[in-house]
């Protein structure tokens, strides 16, 4: 009987390890777990970091040297003992973290290269070397993934149509688990509405998503409902500023929890309230409706992958604070919608983008490369 195909799999963003939770990974985490579903022997090939937070040419010089090391240490110990992969998979290469120990790996053994969810980011002229060096990686592979249409358009730009394919994002619902978020953290209420709402509270997308959200949930005051907004960072104050309208207690800043912590509050919310500006897609989505929550979301960039209007969630189109708050107070108001999209999101969830359908897309993809190399 012939051995299952061994592949390394690399994150060089964020190794699956990593102790700083994140969607990032999340889905390390879970596409190792789908590889090793789909029937193939995956293993971690390194925890090596190439992300730099800084754009300048000595950084650059010093993550190739140190993938360069990595390398030299992975070939030599897999002459050793025999365990030389038979094709490498790089999760989420993008300007800021190229694989660079992918590129130099596969050169060496002569195996295939498949890339998942590589992108680019909207860094300004000072990371073009950068990007030129996560490119010539993403050109290089025999397969790339992709699992937003916007990423597509991009590697399209410079990669052959063949060595692009389409896979929705996905959740292994056998990885998450519940854990004691540490006593009530619900605000208080005459039988409200939960409402929760899980986001980094950062610059950017993401303190953007928290202004629509407070002034969405300033514009249904008169409404019966409480939020519980989970998750921390250096733009925690400027979040409480946001909400300084709320008199009455019914906004909670929960601080940063565990994801087992993040699925224990899901299970007692009655909405996921996510603006989700600029978001890829969001895996927090996918998370809530697993646990049969329905979303709210804006309709832009990602979300809609997350999100199916009038099943799994509502979106609001056009992506504005008025449009988002009618659509938070319809499903406030509304217990029958909320029964049924969340049994809607809980069906998308557990079957159409579950991790055995994952793995048997993985296979569709992955086979043929594999085929074709070893010919």
Not at 296 to 313: D, Q, Y
Request: charged content about 25%; some cysteine.
């Amino acid at each position: 009987m012939a051995r299952p195909a061994r592949i390394a799999f690399y994150a060089p963003l964020k190794p699956p390890d990593h102790p700083i939770p994140s969607g990032d990974r999340q889905m390390a985490r879970m596409l190792l777990a789908a590889l090793g579903r789909a029937g193939y022997d995956a293993f971690v090939a390194s925890g090596l970091i190439s992300y730099s937070k800084r754009a300048g040419l000595e950084h650059m010089e010093a993550r190739k040297a140190d993938a360069a090391a990595e390398a030299d240490r992975l070939l030599a110990e897999w002459a050793r003992d025999g365990g030389a992969p038979d094709a490498w998979v790089c999760y989420h290469p993008y300007d800021k973290s190229p694989d660079w120990l992918g590129m130099r790996i596969v050169e060496a053994l002569g195996i295939p290269m498949i890339t998942v969810e590589p992108c680019k980011t909207g860094q300004g002229e000072q990371w073009m070397p950068w990007r030129a060096e996560a490119q010539a990686g993403i050109a290089m592979a025999d397969l790339n993934i992709v699992m937003t249409e916007a990423d597509r358009a991009y590697l399209e730009s410079f990669v052959e149509p063949g060595k692009i394919a389409w896979m929705p994002p996905f959740i292994d619902a056998d990885l998450l688990s519940a854990s004691d978020p540490g006593g009530d953290l619900w605000p208080a209420g005459d039988n409200p509405v939960r409402l929760l709402t899980v986001g980094m509270m950062r610059p950017g997308a993401k303190l953007d998503s928290y202004r629509v959200l407070a002034a969405a949930c300033e514009a249904i005051a008169e409404k019966n409902w409480v939020l519980l907004a989970v998750g921390g960072g250096p733009g925690r104050d400027e979040v409480g500023a946001m909400f300084a309208w709320d008199r009455d207690g019914r906004v909670r800043l929960g601080g940063e929890k565990t994801t087992e912590q993040v699925i224990a509050l899901m299970r007692e919310a009655d909405i996921l309230a996510w603006p989700g500006c600029r978001e890829a897609y969001g895996m927090v989505y996918l998370e809530a409706a697993a646990q049969g929550v329905p979303a709210v979301g804006l309709n832009n960039m990602g979300v809609p992958l997350m999100i199916e209007h009038e099943r799994t969630g509502l979106l609001a189109d056009p992506p504005t604070v008025k449009t988002y708050a009618q659509m938070l107070s319809r499903l406030i108001d509304d217990a029958t919608l909320r029964r049924r999209l969340g049994d809607g999101a809980r069906d998308f969830a557990l079957n159409e983008r579950s991790a055995a359908a994952t793995a048997k897309r993985l296979r569709e993809l992955i086979d043929p490369v594999l085929a074709a190399r070893s010919a």
